[in-house]
């Protein structure tokens, strides 16, 4: 799974959007939808169908790993809305499937997308204010092909 990098202009307004800061998060998002990955490996995209996932039936996906500065309890503070409302955009619009913070230590975050680009989640990353204002040092995207679960987050 290689996924394109596409532009559409459904994707150029979202990418607007996520560069305007995520500043109101009650219109993030809300005129335009990310465009699906369709095509090519014979790897689906995940859905709210529920068919099984099996090695002959394998979900691609994308997995968004953050590691946090020290204390980023006591740091995260004027920054956690817009974070939160970032990712809550991406799940408002089926392409965020879960997201949290590692806990005992939360020393990092882990997001599971569907349906993105490489390039879409990594628009979303240079945009989020963690990583904007210097709480997220490191991260990395990296594809995820699913073989074993329910299929219906």
């Given at each position: 799974f290689a996924p394109a990098r596409v532009h559409t202009p459904g994707t150029h307004a979202l990418l607007s959007t996520v560069k305007r800061g995520i500043r109101d998060?009650?219109?993030?998002?809300?005129?335009?939808?990310?465009?699906?990955?369709?095509?090519?490996?014979?790897?689906?995209?995940?859905?709210?169908?529920?068919?099984?996932?099996?090695?002959?039936?394998?979900?691609a996906l994308l997995v968004l790993t953050y590691t946090y500065v020290p204390d980023i309890l006591e740091k995260r503070g004027p920054h956690r809305a817009g974070h939160i409302a970032g990712a809550k955009a991406l799940t408002d619009s089926g392409n965020c499937i879960l997201a949290g913070a590692l806990a005992n230590p939360v020393d990092g975050a882990i997001f599971i997308f569907k349906g993105l680009t490489k390039a879409q989640v990594e628009d979303f990353v240079k945009n989020d204010p963690y990583v904007v204002n210097g709480l997220v040092p490191k991260w990395e995207i990296r594809e995820w092909t699913a073989v074993v679960g329910t299929g219906t987050l």
């Open positions: 998060s009650s219109t993030f998002y809300s005129k335009t939808q990310v465009p699906a990955l369709r095509g090519g490996s014979g790897v689906r995209e995940l859905s709210s169908a529920g068919t099984p996932l099996s090695p002959e039936n394998p979900a």
